[in-house]
């Protein structure tokens, strides 16, 4: 699944042109390297997104088309904030 998509898919970013935006403005990393928002995430790996008030690196535990709201947060669990 493309960046891009797992961002809004797991309701991290709103939607899915501001998940594009931040990576093409280096915001977006995963396994310590910035990615553009084409990048294909696997189930383990490591993103960290930027905001404006610090860091969210979290770990991906699922990959689904869709979710319901209250299932979104089992797709990663965060390690820092």
Same mark, same amino acid.
């Given at each position: 699944?493309?960046?891009?998509?797992? =961002?809004k *898919?797991?309701?991290?970013?709103?939607?899915?042109?501001?998940?594009?935006?931040?990576a093409s403005a280096?915001?977006i990393?995963?396994?310590?390297?910035? *990615?553009?928002?084409?990048?294909?995430?696997?189930?383990g790996?490591?993103?960290?997104?930027s905001f =404006?008030?610090? *860091?969210?690196k979290?770990?991906?535990l699922? =990959?689904?088309?869709?979710?319901k709201?209250?299932?979104?947060t089992? =797709?990663y669990e965060?390690?820092?904030?």
């Open positions: 699944m493309r960046i891009d998509k797992f =961002l *898919v797991s309701r991290i970013l709103k939607r899915r042109t501001v998940a594009q935006e931040a280096g915001k990393a995963v396994n310590g390297r910035e *990615v553009k928002p084409s990048y294909r995430l696997k189930v790996d490591i993103v960290e997104v =404006l008030s610090g *860091v969210l979290f770990r991906v699922d =990959l689904k088309e869709t979710v709201k209250d299932e979104a089992s =797709l965060v390690i820092a904030e």
